[in-house]
């Protein structure tokens, strides 16, 4: 007589069923998880419903953690799929129309920083080191960056220097 039994009941839902209605589970003795399938997808939407900033925390970490496989797999879905990110790109503009003037006003308002940090790839500790050298000429790091961006002419012209 075989030892592999071929029907299981569902701790959740108690109906007897084929073995090929439950995941695999090593774990377990027999082999199979404690609930069907169906059940089992039940528990996991509700759980993911009552619990969104905890799934969402968990994303972040694992992004982190794993910051060149996020980036490798987001950048291999934008490449195969470029018709299905132009259309909820497209979506999200009509469902939120003033978040991107928003976004906009945001980005010019952090650019410093963001253009320090980023474009420049410049780090805290430089920034910092910038700083003590541009206080023996008297500047600060915003004026500097004023300077790069709206050029020398303009900066003279706001602090009354021909």
């Keep these: 007589m075989s030892d592999i ?3 299981k009941k569902c701790s959740k839902c108690g109906v007897v069923k084929g073995v090929e209605e439950f995941y695999k589970n090593k774990s ?10 169906i059940c089992g997808r ?22 982190e953690a794993n ?3 996020a980036k490798l797999l987001s950048k291999q879905y934008r490449e195969a799929n470029p018709e299905k990110i132009k259309q ?25 920083e963001y253009y320090i940090l980023n474009i420049l790839k410049i780090t805290k500790s430089d920034i910092l080191l910038a700083e003590e050298v541009l206080k023996e ?3 600060t790091l915003d004026q500097l960056i004023a300077i790069k961006r709206q050029g020398i002419l303009a900066f003279r012209r706001e602090h009354g220097k021909s």
């Excluded at 909820?88 to 410093?112: D, F, I, T, W």
């Design 42 to 63: 039940q528990c996991r939407k509700q759980y993911r419903e009552t619990n969104p900033e905890k799934i969402r925390q968990e994303k972040k970490r694992y992004r």
């Design 67 to 69: 910051r060149d496989k």
């Design 5 to 7: 039994a071929t029907q």
């Design 28 to 37: 377990k003795k027999d082999g199979y998880s404690d609930q069907c399938k």
């Design 137 to 139: 000429f008297g500047m």
């Design 88 to 112: 909820s790109g497209k979506q999200y503009r009509k469902a939120n129309p003033g978040k991107e003037k928003q976004k906009s006003k945001q980005r010019v308002e952090n650019l410093p």
